[in-house]
T-cell receptor, first 112, second 116 residues
Framework: AQSVTQPDIHITVSEGASLELRCNYS??????LFWYVQSPGQGLQLLLK??????LVQGIKGFEAEFKRSQSSFNLRKPSVHWSDAAEYFC??????????FGAGTTVTVRA | GAGVSQSPRYKVAKRGQDVALRCDPI?????LFWYQQALGQGPEFLTY????????KSGLPSDRFFAERPEGSVSTLKIQRTQQEDSAVYLC??????????????FGSGTQLSVL
C-alpha cells in the first residue's frame, strides 16, 4: 500500500519569502501525486497533480512541485508567499485507482 | 449546486447516540467519497460510491458505520452508538467521472463531529 510522509508539521515564513513544503511517498510503481490546500472552514482544494511526463508541474495560486523519483519526493514550492497562503497543505498519493492516501499535513503561518 | 455541500457543519453527540451526516455532491458527479480526518491528521479513506453502488467500504472503522447513496446523488453517512473515538471531521468529496485515479476531487467543508 502507498503512504505519504510530510516531515514538517508547522512552517512559519515571512510574506514575500519563498516557501518549500516537503513530501515523501512510498509506492512501488509510478504514483499519482497531489497537493491539496485546506483553509480554515473550507474544503480541500487541489493545487496541482502529477501523473506522468514533465516532472515539474505548475499549479494554481503560483505553486509548483517537482517529482523526483530517485528521492521519492514531491516537494511543493512558491517563490513569494502572500498572507493568503496561510493554510494547511496536504500531499497525497494514489495508485491509479480511486483511493488516495494523505499525509498528516503541514500548517503554514505567514508573518508580516 | 456550485460545490459539495455537507450538513450539519457541526454535530455534538452524546456517547451512544446515532448520528447521520449528509453530503450533497456536485450535480452530475458520478463518484462520491467519504473521508475521516482526525485532529492533526490527514484525511483517511472510508468509502467510495459510483452512482448508487458502494464499490468499496474497506475504510469504514467498524460495523457501526454505514453509508448509502440510494439515488446516486445525495449520500448519508450514519454512525450508530457513537463512541469518543468517532470524534473527527467527516469529509465528503465528489468527482465527475469514474475516479480512475486522475480525477479531480471536489471536497466539501466537512462535518465536525464531537462525541461527549
Amino acid at each position: 500500500a502507498q503512504s505519504v510522509t510530510q516531515p514538517d508539521i508547522h512552517i512559519t515564513v515571512s510574506e514575500g519569502a519563498s516557501l518549500e513544503l516537503r513530501c515523501n511517498y512510498s509506492y512501488g510503481a509510478t504514483p499519482y501525486l497531489f497537493w491539496y490546500v485546506q483553509s480554515p472552514g473550507q474544503g480541500l482544494q487541489l493545487l496541482l497533480k502529477y501523473f506522468s511526463g514533465d516532472t515539474l508541474v505548475q499549479g494554481i495560486k503560483g505553486f509548483e512541485a517537482e517529482f523526483k523519483r530517485s528521492q521519492s519526493s514531491f516537494n511543493l514550492r512558491k517563490p513569494s508567499v502572500h498572507w493568503s497562503d496561510a493554510a494547511e497543505y496536504f500531499c497525497a498519493v494514489g495508485a491509479g485507482d480511486y483511493k488516495l492516501s494523505f499525509g498528516a499535513g503541514t500548517t503554514v503561518t505567514v508573518r508580516a | 449546486g456550485a460545490g459539495v455541500s455537507q450538513s450539519p457543519r457541526y454535530k455534538v453527540a452524546k456517547r451512544g447516540q446515532d448520528v447521520a451526516l449528509r453530503c450533497d455532491p456536485i450535480s452530475g458527479h458520478v463518484s462520491l467519497f467519504w473521508y475521516q480526518q482526525a485532529l492533526g491528521q490527514g484525511p483517511e479513506f472510508l468509502t467510495y460510491f459510483q452512482n448508487e453502488a458502494q464499490l468499496d467500504k474497506s475504510g469504514l472503522p467498524s460495523d457501526r458505520f454505514f453509508a448509502e447513496r440510494p439515488e446516486g446523488s445525495v449520500s448519508t453517512l450514519k454512525i450508530q452508538r457513537t463512541q469518543q473515538e468517532d470524534s473527527a471531521v467527516y469529509l465528503c468529496a465528489s468527482s465527475l467521472g469514474w475516479a480512475a485515479g486522475n480525477e479531480k476531487l471536489f471536497f466539501g467543508s466537512g462535518t465536525q463531529l464531537s462525541v461527549l
